[in-house]
C-alpha cells in the first residue's frame, strides 16, 4: 500500500499517544503502532517492547492481520478487543485499533498488549499516587457544562484569594483573574463577560488584568 504525505503525517501524529497510554498504563502494557505501507516493517514505533523483544521495523504479526481482516469486513467497527497469548504463553489482554488516513482508507493499526501476568503489587503500583510522572493528585472538576465549569472556576479561585491575608484588597481581583488564566479558563467562551460579571468590573478592567499577567509570563 502506497501512503500520502498526509497519511503519514496522521500516522506521525500518533507518537505522543503511545507515549501519553505508556506513561498512564505503565510497563507492563507494550503499544505498537503499525504503518501498512510496509507490512515486512510496519512497526514505525512501540513502547515497552522488551515483552516481545520487537523494535521499530519489526514486521506486522499474523494475529495483527486477522484482527484487521476482521475489522475491515466490518466498516463500522474501528476496534478490537480479545485473550491471546504470545510465545512464551504468557497471557495478554489486547486491542487493535484501526487508523484511518485520506480518503477513508485504513493505513496503520494501533494495538495495545497487557501483560496479564503481571505481579499484582506491580500493576497496583502504576495506578497508586507518586509512582507516575505528576507531581501529585490534583482536583479535577467533571461538570456537564462549559457554564459550570466557569461558575466552579471563579468561586475556587475567589475563595482562594479571600483566605489569604497577604494578598492586599487592591489586588485580589488580579490575583483572581491569574488563578483563572494559570488555569486557561479564559480560553472558554464568554469567560471573560461571566468573569467581569462575577467580580463586579467591566470587561475592560478584565482585560487589563490580563495584559499585565501576560507581561508577566514574557
Known amino acids: 500500500m502506497k501512503l500520502t504525505e ?3 503525517k496522521i500516522l506521525k501524529s500518533y507518537d505522543t499517544v503511545l507515549d501519553g497510554l505508556a506513561d498512564y498504563l505503565g510497563e507492563g502494557c507494550e503499544i505498537v503502532l503499525h504503518s501498512l505501507e510496509n507490512l515486512e516493517q510496519s512497526v514505525i514505533k512501540i513502547v515497552n517492547g522488551h515483552h516481545t523483544g520487537r523494535r521499530v521495523g519489526a514486521p506486522i504479526t499474523n494475529l495483527a492481520l486477522e484482527m484487521l481482516d476482521e475489522i475491515q469486513k466490518n466498516k463500522n467497527q474501528t476496534g478490537i478487543s480479545y485473550f491471546t497469548q504470545n510465545k512464551k504463553g504468557e497471557p495478554l489482554k489486547s486491542a487493535t485499533i484501526v487508523i484511518r488516513g485520506e480518503n477513508d482508507r485504513t ?7 497487557f501483560y496479564l501476568n503481571m505481579p499484582l ?7 497508586t499516587q507518586g509512582n507516575g510522572s505528576g507531581a501529585g493528585a490534583q482536583a479535577e472538576v467533571f461538570l456537564d457544562s462549559s457554564h459550570g465549569l466557569l461558575e466552579d472556576a471563579v468561586a475556587s479561585a475567589r475563595q482562594a484569594v479571600s ?5 492586599l484588597p487592591s489586588l485580589k481581583n488580579r490575583n483572581i483573574i491569574r488563578m483563572l488564566y494559570n488555569q486557561g479558563i479564559f480560553n472558554m467562551k464568554n469567560s471573560v463577560d461571566y468573569v467581569a460579571s462575577q467580580l463586579n468590573i467591566s470587561k475592560n478592567t478584565v482585560y487589563m488584568h490580563l495584559r499585565y499577567i501576560k507581561e508577566e509570563h514574557r
Open 6 to 8: 498526509t497519511d503519514r
Open 163 to 167: 483566605c489569604n491575608p497577604s494578598i
Open 121 to 127: 503489587a506491580d500493576f497496583l503500583s502504576v495506578f
Open 107 to 113: 493505513i496503520g493499526l494501533l494495538c495495545i498488549n
